[in-house]
């Protein structure tokens, strides 16, 4: 008896183990996909993928998930469609710019540059937009536009266009670009004959382009061929291949000892090159290219509306941006944007977001694409916006569409001086002339 009740007890451990940790199982459609196997099976596939990055504990990935298991099954043998746990394994969500949960992206022609699914989420919509895609990806085949990821091995020396991001090194050109460089360079030092280097090279070369669109060229992915550079061989101690080393400004070089995958590689990278950026700049909106160009720019923009300068003088206005400052220094590896405005001078902003008129200092986070906002409910300091980002990073948190579906009218004014304020000069009025006998007491 006491056996079947530990049996019983086990099994029932065993399957709520299962339900926290993964939302789908071995014998359904749906493929499980990590960092190990993303890049076999996705990236170097000539298939069209479905790729559903999601949260075990997200409430909308748990009522997704039987539509996107009878997607998986009515689009067997025709669309891939896989699933990501990107709570367990965020390096591949923070890889694809996953902010929130669930969140679908469609690997079709360019696996490098997957695209985001904005439909419904019932199994009809999901298929629908799978066959489209799939539409889309064939005709572009039959006219010659395969623009797909190449798989093969492809020698250093064929010169193929795969390769274009990776920057050759010799011994002559290695001090001037990278020793005096201010970028971060992530360089391989390879042999032609060394099988281990061959299949690096695809794995490298898909990162180098997928870092440089990232970073905007700030880290760089480079190659030496070690057999012909000894010189530089010799001087970095290089005994086996490949050999990646990470060179900085100012440091010694390191060794990268991360995976060897594509995705291993740019999320080395994207750590690099955000551990060495400066903190985003805090811009006041003063006109409409300031909100768009960063808003369109970012994943997200984190508008904060100050109190109005003569509530807080100068020094009480600063306290506030120092705030803003720290956060985002604190949360500059997400790469947002930072706006702030004066209460009442971007009035339609705020009535666009359920702020006008009350409760400064205010904040809310914008995604521009999807026109939706998240408000912070807290208090406005380290610690209540510190919650308040910890969220929206996390895919948690309330949103609201943006009020008109687009940005409202924003008006352009004087940037803020950095003094205290003023309070309007009255003209003074001029009584000598009136002779106040002449008036009717009654009215006095």
């Known amino acids: 008896m006491l056996i079947a009740l530990l049996f019983v007890l086990g099994t029932v451990s065993c399957t709520l183990f299962l339900a926290v940790n993964g939302l789908y199982s071995a014998s359904d459609d749906v493929i499980e996909l990590t960092p190990t196997n993303f890049n076999k099976e996705v990236i170097q596939s000539d298939s069209l993928w479905l790729v559903e990055f999601y949260a075990p504990w997200c409430g909308h990935c748990q009522r997704l998930t039987p539509e996107w298991k009878k997607a998986a099954t009515a689009l067997k043998g025709v669309v891939k469609v896989g699933a990501v746990d990107a709570d367990k394994h965020q390096s591949l969500g923070g890889q694809y710019g996953v902010r929130g949960f669930p969140t679908i992206k469609i690997f079709g022609a360019n696996k490098n540059k997957a695209e985001d699914y904005q439909g419904g989420r019932t199994s009809e919509a999901i298929v629908d937009a799978a066959l489209s895609a799939l539409r889309s990806l064939v005709k572009d085949r039959l006219s010659g536009r395969s623009g797909g990821?190449?798989?093969?091995?492809?020698?250093?020396?064929?010169?193929?266009?795969?390769?274009?991001?990776?920057?050759?090194?010799?011994?002559?050109?290695?001090?001037?670009?990278?020793?005096?460089?201010?970028?971060?360079?992530?360089?391989?030092?390879?042999?032609?004959?060394?099988?281990?280097?061959?299949?690096?090279?695809?794995?490298?070369?898909?990162?180098?382009?997928?870092?440089?669109?990232?970073?905007?060229?700030?880290?760089?992915?480079?190659?030496?061929?070690?057999?012909?550079?000894?010189?530089?061989?010799?001087?970095?101690?290089?005994?086996?291949?490949?050999?990646?080393?990470?060179?900085?400004?100012?440091?010694?070089?390191?060794?990268?000892?991360?995976?060897?995958?594509?995705?291993?590689?740019?999320?080395?990278?994207?750590?690099?090159?955000?551990?060495?950026?400066?903190?985003?700049?805090?811009?006041?909106?003063?006109?409409?290219?300031?909100?768009?160009?960063?808003?369109?720019?970012?994943?997200?923009?984190?508008?904060?509306?100050?109190?109005?300068?003569?509530?807080?003088?100068?020094?009480?206005?600063?306290?506030?941006?120092?705030?803003?400052?720290?956060?985002?220094?604190?949360?500059?590896?997400?790469?947002?944007?930072?706006?702030?405005?004066?209460?009442?001078?971007?009035?339609?902003?705020?009535?666009?977001?359920?702020?006008?008129?009350?409760?400064?200092?205010?904040?809310?986070?914008?995604?521009?694409?999807?026109?939706?906002?998240?408000?912070?409910?807290?208090?406005?300091?380290?610690?209540?916006?510190?919650?308040?980002l910890r969220e929206l990073s996390v895919g948690r948190g309330s949103t609201a569409p943006v009020g008109g579906g687009a940005f409202p009218k924003i008006y352009t004014v004087e940037p803020w001086d950095g003094k205290d304020g003023e309070l309007p000069v009255e003209d003074d009025i001029d009584l000598s002339d009136i002779d106040l006998d002449d008036w009717d007491k009654d009215e006095l």
């Open 149 to 388: 990821y190449s798989s093969g091995r492809q020698s250093r020396e064929s010169g193929g266009g795969d390769k274009k991001d990776v920057i050759e090194l010799t011994d002559d050109s290695f001090d001037k670009n990278v020793i005096n460089s201010d970028d971060v360079w992530m360089v391989e030092f390879y042999a032609p004959w060394c099988g281990h280097c061959k299949n690096l090279e695809p794995e490298w070369a898909a990162a180098a382009t997928e870092v440089k669109e990232q970073t905007k060229g700030k880290v760089k992915l480079a190659a030496v061929d070690a057999t012909v550079n000894q010189m530089l061989a010799s001087r970095y101690g290089i005994r086996g291949f490949p050999t990646i080393k990470i060179f900085q400004k100012g440091e010694d070089p390191v060794d990268y000892d991360g995976g060897r995958t594509r995705s291993d590689i740019v999320a080395r990278a994207l750590d690099l090159f955000s551990d060495n950026a400066p903190p985003p700049e805090l811009l006041e909106i003063t006109s409409e290219d300031v909100l768009k160009t960063t808003c369109d720019a970012h994943q997200l923009c984190i508008i904060s509306v100050l109190p109005h300068i003569l509530d807080t003088g100068a020094s009480g206005r600063n306290s506030y941006l120092d705030v803003m400052l720290k956060m985002a220094e604190k949360y500059k590896k997400k790469m947002w944007g930072w706006l702030w405005t004066e209460a009442g001078a971007q009035s339609d902003l705020e009535s666009s977001l359920g702020i006008g008129g009350f409760g400064y200092p205010a904040m809310a986070a914008i995604n521009a694409r999807k026109m939706k906002f998240a408000l912070l409910k807290g208090s406005f300091s380290e610690q209540g916006i510190n919650e308040f």
